[in-house]
């Protein structure tokens, strides 16, 4: 009587593969193991510098307003610094939604930073600096910013269709050239002598309503934040719901097959750009006529780099990038709070983000893994069955 040796996955690989091997949830499951290890990683670090993970995380959410601090300063509360927290976070979705949209389409679209400060910069001296009233401000300031984003992506995907320019290094380059080009204007146009930074903006075009007393409390009220989940819904639909968002992603699969198939490579390379240019504008003008009311010269701001480790941790999913975005503000506004609480550096919080974007980086290694256990499994189970069959034939 043959007998068909078994061989033994190890445990943990099969519970990784209970846990993480379903397709349906996997652009959920995995992102979320990415977090639990980039967290405990952290935690390392913590241990290391002698420090209570446990302690530095609930900091990181007082800071942020999920949770309650001990004490607070007159007019303050948590809602006030969750208010501020969702003030921060609305740029950062449009962001991440922007670096989502090219990297569908096969693109990594790392100018966000330079698209940002184009487009605040144009909003702000065309409508920051006007006399409008608020309910023509807001609006034109958010299509002013749009345009503008649109125009700057449009010319990265054009160079790379025209001329098979890589996005990466224009991007980059753009971004250096918009910085000092911009810098010198505010130095020679706008500049606050007191300050050093540009002149405010005119409090009816500012997109958030800063120092507003309610109950007793001040806190700054993100008028933005209004158009995040429509605007994460409205990418969702057009990437899965119509043939532009078809096309695009097919380009971004393989371009000699959707060539081959009749779409129009360039077309949707210049195309996606430009819708993800229009995001990065919107994200530029709630950050600089928002969640800040002036501009710093020769300065980008790191939110359009740290938009990259969001849209890879929220899987490019509009829906995801909305979780996802609300994580990594939560560390970057929680960053203050954990320093003076647990006596941290302050670039803990950026060491923590820095984690999550690494094993974020390494979610398509994991599906890989799981992938291979899965079948693994299934190879075992397939020779475990064929060795019942005959054994009941032999004794037949």
Same mark, same amino acid.
């Given at each position: 009587?043959?007998?068909?040796?078994?061989?033994?996955?190890?445990?943990?690989?099969?519970?990784?593969?209970?846990?993480?091997?379903?397709?349906?949830?996997?652009?959920?499951?995995?992102?979320?193991?990415?977090?639990?290890?980039?967290?405990?990683?952290?935690?390392?670090?913590?241990?290391?510098?002698?420090?209570?993970?446990?302690?530095?995380?609930?900091?990181?959410?007082?800071?942020?307003?999920?949770?309650?601090?001990?004490?607070?300063?007159?007019?303050?509360?948590?809602?006030?610094?969750?208010?501020?927290?969702?003030?921060?976070?609305?740029?950062?979705?449009?962001?991440?939604?922007?670096?989502?949209?090219?990297?569908?389409?096969?693109?990594?679209?790392?100018?966000?930073?330079?698209?940002?400060?184009?487009?605040?910069?144009?909003?702000?001296?065309? +409508? =920051? @600096?006007?006399?409008?009233?608020?309910?023509?401000?807001?609006?034109? &300031?958010?299509?002013? #910013? !749009?345009?503008? *984003?649109?125009?700057?992506?449009?010319?990265?995907?054009?160079?790379?269709?025209?001329?098979?320019?890589?996005?990466?290094?224009?991007?980059?380059?753009?971004?250096?050239?918009?910085?000092?080009?911009?810098?010198?204007?505010?130095?020679?146009?706008?500049?606050?002598?007191?300050?050093?930074?540009?002149?405010?903006?005119?409090?009816?075009?500012?997109?958030?309503?800063?120092?507003?007393?309610?109950?007793?409390?001040?806190?700054?009220?993100?008028?933005?934040?209004?158009?995040?989940?429509?605007?994460?819904?409205?990418?969702?639909?057009?990437?899965?719901?119509?043939? +532009? =968002? @078809?096309?695009?992603?097919?380009?971004?699969?393989?371009?000699?097959? &959707?060539?081959?198939? #009749? !779409?129009?490579? *360039?077309?949707?390379?210049?195309?996606?750009?430009?819708?993800?240019?229009?995001?990065?504008?919107?994200?530029?003008?709630?950050?600089?006529?928002?969640?800040?009311?002036?501009?710093?010269?020769?300065?980008?701001?790191?939110?359009?780099?740290?938009?990259?480790?969001?849209?890879?941790?929220?899987?490019?999913?509009?829906?995801?990038?909305?979780?996802?975005?609300?994580?990594?503000?939560?560390?970057?506004?929680?960053?203050?709070?954990?320093?003076?609480?647990?006596?941290?550096?302050?670039?803990?919080?950026?060491?923590?983000?820095?984690?999550?974007?690494?094993?974020?980086?390494?979610?398509?290694?994991?599906?890989?893994?799981?992938?291979?256990?899965?079948?693994?499994?299934?190879?075992?189970?397939?020779?475990?069955?064929?060795?019942?069959?005959?054994?009941?034939?032999?004794?037949?």
């Amino acid at each position: 009587m043959n007998r068909v040796k078994k061989r033994r996955i190890n445990p943990v690989r099969r519970a990784f593969a209970a846990c993480l091997g379903n397709e349906r949830t996997q652009f959920i499951a995995i992102p979320l193991f990415s977090i639990l290890l980039s967290l405990l990683a952290a935690s390392i670090v913590f241990l290391a510098l002698g420090k209570n993970p446990l302690i530095a995380f609930q900091s990181l959410l007082q800071g942020s307003g999920i949770l309650p601090k001990l004490s607070y300063a007159a007019k303050k509360s948590q809602l006030t610094d969750f208010v501020s927290m969702l003030n921060a976070l609305t740029p950062m979705v449009f962001a991440a939604l922007a670096v989502a949209v090219a990297f569908k389409t096969g693109l990594f679209n790392i100018g966000v930073s330079g698209q940002m400060l184009v487009a605040g910069f144009i909003a702000s001296i065309t +409508v =920051g @600096y006007s006399d409008l009233p608020m309910a023509a401000a807001l609006p034109l &300031a958010i299509v002013v #910013g !749009i345009v503008c *984003g649109a125009l700057y992506g449009a010319l990265i995907g054009w160079l790379k269709h025209r001329f098979n320019i890589n996005e990466v290094v224009t991007s980059i380059m753009l971004n250096y050239i918009v910085q000092y080009v911009i810098s010198y204007f505010i130095y020679t146009n706008y500049i606050n002598a007191v300050t050093r930074q540009s002149e405010q903006i005119s409090a009816a075009a500012r997109i958030t309503l800063a120092d507003l007393e309610i109950f007793g409390l001040k806190m700054d009220i993100p008028l933005g934040f209004l158009l995040t989940i429509p605007v994460a819904f409205l990418v969702r639909y057009l990437m899965d719901k119509t043939r +532009v =968002g @078809y096309e695009l992603k097919v380009v971004g699969l393989n371009r000699r097959a &959707a060539r081959y198939a #009749g !779409i129009k490579v *360039g077309r949707n390379i210049v195309l996606a750009m430009t819708i993800s240019g229009a995001l990065a504008g919107l994200a530029g003008v709630t950050y600089y006529m928002g969640y800040q009311a002036t501009i710093q010269p020769k300065v980008l701001t790191s939110m359009g780099f740290d938009s990259i480790a969001v849209s890879l941790l929220g899987n490019s999913n509009p829906i995801g990038i909305l979780f996802s975005s609300l994580l990594i503000t939560t560390i970057s506004e929680g960053g203050n709070y954990m320093r003076s609480m647990v006596n941290v550096p302050q670039e803990m919080s950026q060491v923590i983000t820095g984690l999550i974007l690494l094993f974020s980086a390494c979610g398509a290694y994991i599906r890989y893994r799981v992938g291979i256990t899965k079948d693994e499994l299934v190879s075992l189970g397939a020779k475990s069955g064929s060795g019942a069959d005959g054994e009941g034939g032999a004794e037949a």
